[in-house]
């Protein structure tokens, strides 16, 4: 008489802010084992993080450093990795904190050769840069030369995010193909004009209040609506209204912008 046992296994499953950065130009190994630590220190630096709230690895693995992954490392975490993305020279202020924390001049490149408190240069890498005793199997690879270069393209860029896959101006293009309104497409270059984040969707259909929302965020359940002439008559302002009530007690957040672009 056989008996029949039954395995069971557990898992977990969590949602943390990542980030993957993936130069155009290829780098070496030392290049990519020697920018990690010095986007990851100075992303710390920047937003007040402890070293254990911001994990990084390379991808796809140690041996093959292609992509760098730097994720936080509490579930939910700060934002911070959002607010990178969202804010146009905010990459450019980590490039900066980067070769400042690389012993460099932010704004010139020169080298300074050790921290404000060292005692002895920094021929490579130090304790003060790149080091530390996390990344110890790196440290034959660490060399904050290798990296200057790269910082300083870095600090002179501007972010220009999307929200999907594909290219901001790509994006932009495909929204614009959906838009129903001369007031829709001139709303779409403003906000790219700004460098603002974009919507993910336009012409949005929310069965729940039988609308479509001229655009959407999906992150943030946020429904545009782009008002053209006809809103200002009394009964469309009325069924606006209705429409408002239904989508905030549905849990979505609404904004109306008017057909004059100056208030934008």
Request: glycine fraction near 4%; charged fraction near 25%.
């Amino acid at each position: 008489m056989s008996s029949l046992k039954r395995l069971v296994v557990p898992y977990v499953e969590d949602h943390r802010n990542v980030l993957l950065v993936e130069p155009i130009a290829e780098l070496s190994l030392p290049a990519m084992a020697s920018l990690q630590p010095a986007l990851k220190n100075a992303i710390q630096v920047l937003y007040q993080l402890e070293d254990n709230e911001l994990a990084a690895e390379p991808m796809p693995d140690e041996d093959h450093r292609r992509l760098l992954l730097y994720y936080e490392a509490a579930e939910g975490g700060a934002g911070v990795l959002r607010q990178l993305l969202d804010r146009p020279d905010a990459m450019a202020e980590v490039a900066q904190a980067a070769l400042d924390i690389c012993h460099f001049d932010p704004d010139t490149g020169a080298d300074l050769r050790r921290g404000p408190f060292a005692n002895e240069g920094c021929e490579a890498a130090c304790y003060d840069c790149l080091m530390s005793y996390a990344n110890q199997p790196d440290h034959r690879y660490l060399d904050r030369q290798l990296v200057r270069d790269f910082l300083l393209k870095l600090a002179r860029s501007t972010v220009s995010a999307s929200p999907v896959a594909l290219s901001r101006a790509a994006h932009v293009a495909r929204l614009k193909l959906l838009c129903d309104s001369d007031f829709e497409r001139a709303w779409l270059d403003w906000l790219d004009a700004a460098n603002l984040r974009l919507p993910d969707k336009a012409q949005h259909r929310i069965d729940a209040c039988n609308t479509v929302a001229d655009f959407y965020y999906s992150d943030d359940g946020a429904a545009i609506f782009i008002h053209g002439k006809h809103h200002d008559y009394a009964d469309i302002a009325t069924k606006d209204a209705a429409i408002n009530r239904c989508l905030e007690d549905a849990g979505y957040s609404v904004v109306r912008f008017p057909k004059e672009q100056a208030a934008w």
